[in-house]
C-alpha cells in the first residue's frame, strides 16, 4: 500500500509519520452506490416507455340510432356490416300522410302568396280617391266663379266622400300587410310539412359501419326507439388504466403506441402509432390508478373495436431532484 510522507514538527524534533491514501474499506460499497447512482440518475436520461396493459379498442363514436317520428317501419334500406356516409337514409317509416301533408301545406303557401300579392283594392281605392278630390275641386272652383252654384250641403258630402276614400285604401293596404303575415304563416307550415316528412326517414349521423339491425320491416315504432345501431371505426379509442403519478395532465397529445396480443391475429401491422387524447382528473381510491385513452387511426380498416394489447407510453425524465434525494 501507497503511503505519503509528511513531516511533522514538534518541540523535540521532527517526526515522520505514515497516513494511507484511501479512505477506509467500510466506506468503498457507499462510494461505490453513489458513483452508480450519478451515472443511472444524469438529468436528461430518458426512463423506459411505461406499459399500460389491459387496454382494449373501443370505437371513437357509436350510436343508437332512432326513428324520429311514430309510425309503420317500412323499409330497411342497409344491412348488417354496410358501410355508410353521415346522412344516409337506413330506414324509413310509411310517409304517406306526411306526402299529403306537405302538398297541402305547399297550395295553401301559394294561395297565400297570390293573395299577398295581390294589391288590387290599393290601386281601386287610389283610383275612386283621385276622382272623388277632382270632383270636389271642380265643385270649389265653380263656387268661387259662380257665388252658391254649389250648396255647401253638397260640397260637405264630397269632402266625406274624399275622406272615405282616404280611409278604404287605408285599410286596403292594411288588410295587404295582414296577408303577408299570412304567407308567412303558411310558408312555416310548409317547411313544418318537409320537416315532419324528413323525420319519417332514418339516416346516419356520420359515417361508419352498420353493426346491429334492430328493427323489422311492418313494425310500429315509437320516436327514440332503436332501430339500428351505427360504428364509426376509421378512429379508434385505445382505453386503458395507467398510474395515476405516470399518467398525468402533461403526457396528453403525446405519441403513444398500440401493441396487440399475439391471440388478436391482425391482418395489419401489430404496433400502431396513435395520440393520447384524455388522462382522468380523477384517481380510483383503491387501485391508485387513472382512466387514459388514446386516438388510434384506423382508416384502413385493419383494426376493430374489442381487440385488446398493450399501450406504450414515453417514459418521464428523471429530473434533478431525483438525484438528490438518493
Known amino acids: 500500500m501507497n503511503h505519503i510522507r509528511i513531516k511533522k514538527k514538534k518541540r523535540e524534533g521532527t517526526e515522520l509519520f505514515c497516513k494511507p491514501l484511501l479512505p477506509p474499506v467500510k466506506s468503498y460499497s457507499r462510494l461505490f452506490a453513489l458513483f452508480a447512482a450519478t451515472l443511472l440518475f444524469s438529468p436528461g436520461q430518458a426512463a423506459e416507455p411505461l406499459r399500460i396493459d389491459a387496454v382494449v379498442l373501443r370505437p371513437m363514436v357509436e350510436a343508437e340510432v332512432p326513428a324520429r317520428q311514430t309510425g309503420v317501419l317500412a323499409k330497411i334500406a342497409v344491412e348488417e356490416g354496410a358501410m355508410v356516409k353521415e346522412g344516409d337514409v337506413l330506414a324509413s317509416l310509411d310517409d304517406r300522410a306526411a306526402k299529403l301533408s306537405l302538398q297541402k301545406a305547399d297550395l295553401e303557401r301559394q294561395q297565400a ?114 332501430v339500428l345501431r351505427l360504428v364509426a371505426v376509421q378512429k379508434l379509442r385505445a382505453e386503458g388504466f395507467a398510474p395515476a403519478e405516470a399518467a398525468d395532465g402533461t403526457l396528453l397529445g403525446a405519441k403513444v403506441r398500440f401493441v396487440l396480443t399475439k391471440d388478436a391475429k391482425p391482418a395489419g401491422p401489430a404496433i400502431v402509432e396513435g395520440v393520447l387524447r384524455f388522462s382522468s382528473p380523477e384517481i380510483d381510491p383503491v387501485s391508485k390508478q387513472v382512466r387514459i385513452w388514446a386516438e388510434i387511426d384506423n382508416h384502413d380498416l385493419k383494426l376493430r373495436p374489442g381487440q385488446q394489447g398493450q399501450l406504450l407510453l414515453p417514459g418521464k425524465e428523471v429530473t434533478s431532484q431525483k438525484k438528490e434525494g438518493i
Open 113 to 226: 302568396a297570390a293573395k299577398a300579392s295581390n294589391d288590387l283594392r290599393v290601386q281601386y281605392a287610389d283610383k275612386a280617391l283621385e276622382v272623388a278630390r277632382a270632383e270636389m275641386k271642380r265643385s270649389s272652383e265653380s263656387n268661387a266663379q259662380f257665388a252658391k252654384s254649389i250648396s255647401q250641403s253638397q260640397l260637405d258630402v264630397e269632402q266625406l266622400t274624399v275622406d272615405k276614400l282616404q280611409l278604404e285604401r287605408r285599410q286596403a293596404e292594411h288588410d295587404q300587410t295582414l296577408d303577408r303575415f299570412d304567407l308567412q304563416l303558411k310558408e312555416n307550415a310548409l317547411e313544418s310539412a318537409k320537416l315532419d316528412l324528413e323525420l319519417h326517414s332514418v339516416r346516419a349521423p356520420f359515417a361508419g359501419v352498420v353493426a346491429l339491425v334492430h328493427g323489422r320491416t311492418g313494425e310500429w315504432v315509437e320516436p327514440g326507439a332503436p
